[in-house]
């Protein structure tokens, strides 16, 4: 039998508040300390996706990564990414399948796809600087994720709805 390499570790008040923010609110501690790690595959693997496109200022190679993106935002289960880690990589380290993504992370999948589809369209267009500055948007947004789980794209999903079902109480 092979040894799990995956270890429960304690979350931080901080992580588990990240967690619940981009829609993890109904996993339990354990379940959020499983995942913790997992859920940072695959704005891992987009960012470097996005860097290369940035690097290579190639409108075909970004819309791409807008389109993985998209399949983040349309299928809560079919990201392209997440199917990669739960039908290859998470057997490699013996750890978890991904939970189904959530409307807040869903939301900030469709708001990449919106900035990495702008992105694309500049550097098609020959405005390399605003390329860069909407695909360095995004960038910036997922490091942010990877290193301490906070989704500005969650963030923002939040802020609308929360405020958008306030107004309509009223």
């Known amino acids: 039998k092979r040894k799990k390499i995956f270890k429960m570790t304690k979350l931080?008040?901080?992580?588990?508040?990240?967690?619940?923010?981009?829609?993890?609110?109904?996993?339990?501690?354990?379940?959020?300390?499983?995942?913790?790690?997992?859920?940072?595959?695959?704005?891992?693997?987009?960012?470097i996706l996005v860097v290369i496109g940035l690097a290579l200022q190639?409108?075909?190679?970004?819309?791409?990564?807008?389109?993985?993106?998209?399949s983040g935002a349309l299928f809560p289960r079919g990201m392209l990414i997440d199917l990669i880690y739960n039908y290859?990589?998470?057997?490699?380290?013996h750890a978890p399948p991904l939970p189904p993504t959530p409307k807040p992370r869903q939301f900030s999948y469709l708001l990449s796809t919106v900035w990495l589809t702008g992105s694309a369209l500049s550097f098609y267009y020959g405005l390399p600087?605003?390329?860069?500055?909407?695909?360095?948007?995004?960038?910036?947004?997922?490091?942010?994720?990877?290193?301490?789980?906070?989704?500005?794209g969650s963030w923002w999903y939040r802020l609308f709805f929360k405020s958008a079902a306030v107004e309509q109480r009223e």
């Open 88 to 93: 290859v990589v998470r057997h490699l380290f």
């Open 129 to 152: 600087v605003l390329g860069f500055i909407l695909g360095g948007v995004v960038v910036i947004a997922a490091t942010t994720l990877i290193t301490s789980l906070w989704c500005l």
């Open 58 to 70: 190639s409108p075909v190679w970004l819309g791409s990564v807008a389109l993985i993106a998209l």
């Open 12 to 47: 931080s008040a901080f992580t588990k508040n990240n967690l619940n923010k981009q829609g993890f609110e109904n996993l339990d501690d354990e379940a959020k300390s499983c995942y913790a790690l997992p859920l940072r595959f695959s704005p891992g693997i987009a960012t």
